[in-house]
């Protein structure tokens, strides 16, 4: 059997969000079938230096070491979405570097068909980007048909795109750890406890949550939300109004910040809540909705319009219909269980593996 050599770049644990996760999966499953795989974690710990992966501590840091993986044999797959103009610059120049050094990289391209920069019609002046970072690409990984279509509409052939959901079975072997005593005592103590993964940007619309878990609270008077997902510094602009409207809504004790947790951890939190919920609208395809459904946790979720058909659906940003909507599930707890059907488990850690090898 051939080695195959690849160089992920992308984010990596900690913390633990959905794309590095995946990564890390990825790296494991490769390695265990006997391949090589580095990872070049660009994300928030990015300069923290780790066997588990390399650090990159600059731009140049960056350049070098993409270019030195790439002159011993590795090729690149880059992971990008349609949010961040850095992760683009970075996508390109990794590829360039490949290309130069004779290979054509793989692409994830993550999220859904709603996005900043994405798709075509969003952003015209994003096109030249787009196309050449699907053009430099010579297989495109994406989480749904539908994504797959709006590539496609960069010029780009259906035969090098495929859809392939960023959730596995895998993802559903955990071990149940022991909890933090605080984050015990909250679960015991509140009734009933609602879940979500938020971080504190306005693409999350925390404010919608916070004004609809004050709307629930007069109707279920111990509740609890656990909020799951990196905190910013307290300075931070988008974290002081967060904290500001929670005390003006008189939530402090309805509320528990977890910050970023393990996987097992996250699953094992999930697992006890009443209700899974989700607030990003630019997730496509989200594993922990899929998670939640699979473990028979009942998900509200934003509207996106790749959402599972068993999400009872709000209005993103509309905190009444949001709490019309958690107000319904908890009243008709019993009908919404008996009405779920856990999604199709794929492998699709062994679908992507044999994708990577063989490309």
């Not at 404010?207 to 931070?236: H, N």
């Amino acid at each position: 059997m051939k080695t195959a050599k690849i160089l992920e770049i992308s984010p990596y644990p900690p913390p633990h969000s959905g794309w590095s996760v995946r990564v890390a999966m990825i790296k494991q499953e490769l390695i265990r079938l006997g391949h090589a795989c580095v990872v070049l974690n660009i994300g928030r710990n990015r300069k923290v230096k780790s066997t588990e992966y390399e650090d990159v501590q600059n731009g140049w840091d960056f350049v070098r070491k993409v270019f030195w993986y790439c002159a011993h044999g590795y090729r690149v797959h880059a992971h990008v979405n349609g949010q961040s103009n850095k992760g683009i610059v970075l996508t390109l120049l990794s590829q360039v570097i490949n290309i130069l050094l004779g290979h054509r990289s793989i692409l994830t391209f993550h999220a859904g068909i709603n996005q900043a920069y994405f798709p075509r019609r969003k952003k015209w002046h994003y096109f030249p980007l787009f196309f050449l970072i699907f053009a430099f690409s010579d297989t495109i990984i994406c989480n749904d048909e539908e994504v797959k279509r709006r590539i496609c509409e960069y010029g780009v052939k259906t035969h090098k795109v495929f859809p392939i959901p960023a959730f596995s079975l895998q993802y559903l072997h955990f071990q149940e750890p022991a909890l933090s005593a605080d984050l015990e005592t909250f679960l015991k103590q509140q009734s009933p406890v609602l879940t979500t993964y938020s971080l504190l940007r306005p693409t999350f619309h925390l404010d919608t949550t916070l004004r609809a878990l004050a709307a629930l609270k007069t109707q279920w008077p111990q509740i609890g939300m656990i909020m799951i997902g990196s905190i910013q510094k307290a300075e931070d602009m988008d974290a002081k109004m967060i904290f500001h409207l929670v005390e003006k809504l008189d939530l402090q004790d309805c509320l528990y910040w977890a910050d970023d947790l393990p996987h097992d951890k996250f699953l094992t939190v999930l697992k006890r809540s009443k209700i899974y919920l989700r607030s990003y609208v630019y997730d496509g395809v989200c594993s922990s909705v899929l998670e939640a459904l699979s473990m028979g946790i009942p998900v509200v979720g934003c509207e996106n319009d790749l959402r599972p058909q068993q999400v009872i659906i709000f209005k993103t940003g509309d905190a009444r219909d949001l709490t019309a909507k958690v107000n319904y599930v908890l009243e008709n707890y019993t009908e919404v269980l008996a009405g779920l059907s856990p999604p199709k488990l794929r492998d699709t850690i062994a679908e992507e593996t044999i994708l990577l090898v063989a490309t």
